[in-house]
């Protein structure tokens, strides 16, 4: 079993949100995706996707997209993105009939000798000062990462967190999500949510304080999944 990462797939069912807008290397991104993808996760591999899955604003029309998603190699473990409008209940989503998609959801998953949760994340409040009920949504983005990782009790195995923003502020520096990875002794992070040139200058990889951090946002991928290596 191996494990793969990649985000920020902005699958697109009704053609409405061209990526290329983003620039020239997002054209055909789907079709690169999907290509790497069954050149490289095998049926017993697992993929982990830190959000931004589908532009579809209706659960109906994200189905369409998670779909396809299904139909490829391996076991796919899905967090929420800030623009995954679509995200339901648990009961709703399960209801979707998906036979290889996992849904994280204040809970956690477990593949042999590894542990992986995740949640949406937040920017840091004074970076979303403007944004409606801001400060709600960062500390119920807090809880929700704090009860996915006090769902695992203790355990020796490897832990890895999934969350769509980066758990530092725009400064580079540490927030509180990064307090609560260390805190709980995680070992591997991935997010995504960075995009273009001005997006990856701040991007934070390889290991701080004793945690190994991955940048998936697709774009940065060049469209392709990433090993992690564990």
């Known amino acids: 079993m191996k494990i793969f990462a990649i985000g920020d797939l902005h699958l697109d069912s009704k053609n409405e949100k061209p990526m290329n807008i983003f620039g020239d290397n997002w054209s055909d991104h789907e079709q690169k995706i999907f290509s790497n993808w069954n050149n490289t996760?095998?049926?017993?591999?697992?993929?982990?996707?830190?959000?931004?899955?589908?532009?579809?604003?209706?659960?109906?029309?994200?189905?369409?997209?998670?779909?396809?998603?299904?139909?490829?190699?391996?076991?796919?473990?899905?967090?929420?993105?800030?623009?995954?409008?679509?995200?339901?209940?648990?009961n709703k989503l399960s209801m979707l009939g998906l036979k290889t998609i996992k849904f994280l959801k204040n809970n956690y998953y477990e593949f042999g000798d590894y542990l992986i949760c995740g949640t949406r994340g937040w920017d840091s409040i004074e970076e979303n000062i403007d944004e409606l009920n801001n400060e709600r949504i960062y500390t119920r983005?807090?809880?929700?990462?704090?009860?996915?990782?006090?769902?695992?009790?203790?355990?020796?195995?490897?832990?890895?967190?999934?969350?769509?923003?980066?758990?530092?502020?725009?400064?580079?520096?540490?927030?509180?999500?990064?307090d609560i990875l260390k805190s709980n002794?995680?070992?591997i992070c991935i997010y995504g949510h960075l995009h273009g040139e001005e997006g990856h200058k701040n991007i934070k990889e390889g290991h701080i304080e004793h945690i190994l951090f991955h940048c998936v946002s697709s774009d940065y991928l060049d469209f392709k999944l990433k090993h992690i290596n564990v």
């Open 185 to 187: 002794k995680v070992n």
């Open 41 to 90: 996760v095998g049926e017993n591999d697992i993929v982990l996707i830190p959000g931004d899955v589908s532009w579809a604003i209706k659960l109906e029309d994200a189905k369409i997209d998670l779909l396809k998603i299904d139909k490829l190699p391996g076991t796919k473990i899905i967090c929420k993105g800030n623009h995954d409008f679509w995200w339901s209940t648990n």
């Open 141 to 178: 983005e807090l809880n929700r990462l704090k009860l996915s990782l006090e769902s695992f009790g203790k355990s020796n195995k490897c832990k890895i967190v999934m969350l769509h923003y980066p758990p530092f502020d725009r400064d580079g520096e540490p927030n509180e999500f990064f």
